[in-house]
């Protein structure tokens, strides 16, 4: 314990920014380590035990800080403003016609997100609407960018997939 600690402590660091959290995963990797310890088989190998528990606790900390992706949040910045995915749609005074493609478009878009698997919500949303780059995002899971980049390239086809019935309902509806 006493030889992995430094190591152990540095690996949390760099991927949890909150020190509060970085200490609260570190504390519960030693507790936990502590419990196992007592159970009548010992562990194996100890180090690789207790970086892989702190990997699944920083993983189990991002996903419960996970929050329901909304099209209703900021997307980027126009004019010093910020740019909201709402913005891109057609407006609610463009009469009727826009208003009732504006409701149909945001309640498919916000289904089509809710349906994604965790995971690829998690990478598609941080990516595309949040504008995080997969190098931030790969240091913030540990996650390899190989990894996170093939989750939004099945997001992006899911969501194609499921929009795809909208589209063609608009492009048939156009004169």
Known sequence: ???ESGR???FIRRR???VADAEDIFQDVLSEFVEASRLVRPIEQAGAWLFRVARNRIVDLFRKRRHHASISEPVGISDGQPLLFED???G????PEAAYARQVLIGELEAALDELPA???FVFVAHELEGRSFKELAAETGESVSTLLSRKHYAVRRLRRRLEAIHEM?????P
Do not use: Y
Request: charged share 45%.
């Open 88 to 90: 891109l749609l057609p």
């Open 1 to 3: 314990m006493a030889r």
């Open 119 to 121: 995971e690829q919500r």
């Open 170 to 174: 608009f492009q048939e509806e156009r």
């Open 16 to 18: 949890v920014a909150d």
């Open 8 to 10: 152990l402590e540095r």
């Open 92 to 95: 609610p005074d463009d009469g």
